[in-house]
């Protein structure tokens, strides 16, 4: 397993632009899948981007596509969510995760390792 910690989180207007980065230990990080997942009050916790160990293919949900980017350094053993044109319902605990040789599928049950949270509030 790896240990995940999370930053970059904050408060911030609507249209405006966050990074989040996830730096994980180790020196396997890159035979993991990597996923941000994110969580608001009241709702179930849903993947909002995920990042291929093998081809670094990408999968968004539908509501962000086109506003947020997943990307990778294997170098840093570290992920990053690039977050633009945030809106209100984009306010929630965003927790990155990781899945050793995880499926290009990203399938939650996949993800063995969290981390703790890093907080995203937008205001309208």
């Known amino acids: 397993q790896v240990q995940l910690v999370e930053s970059g989180g904050g408060l911030v207007q609507a249209g405006g632009s966050l990074r989040l980065s996830c730096a994980a230990s180790?020196?396997?990080?890159?035979?993991?899948?990597m996923g941000w997942f994110r969580q608001a009050p009241g709702k179930e916790r849903e993947l909002v981007a995920g990042?291929?160990?093998?081809?670094?293919?990408?999968y968004y949900e539908d509501s962000v596509k086109g506003r947020f980017t997943i990307s990778r350094d294997n170098a840093k053993n570290t992920v990053y969510l690039q977050m633009n044109s945030l809106k209100p319902e984009d306010t929630a605990v965003y927790y990155c995760?990781?899945?050793?040789?995880?499926?290009?599928?990203?399938?939650?049950?996949?993800?063995?390792?969290w981390g703790q949270g890093t907080q995203v509030t937008v205001s309208s």
């Open positions: 990042i291929s160990w093998s081809d670094r293919s990408t």
């Open positions: 995760a990781a899945a050793r040789y995880g499926r290009s599928t990203f399938p939650s049950r996949d993800f063995g390792s």
């Open positions: 180790g020196r396997t990080f890159s035979t993991y899948s």
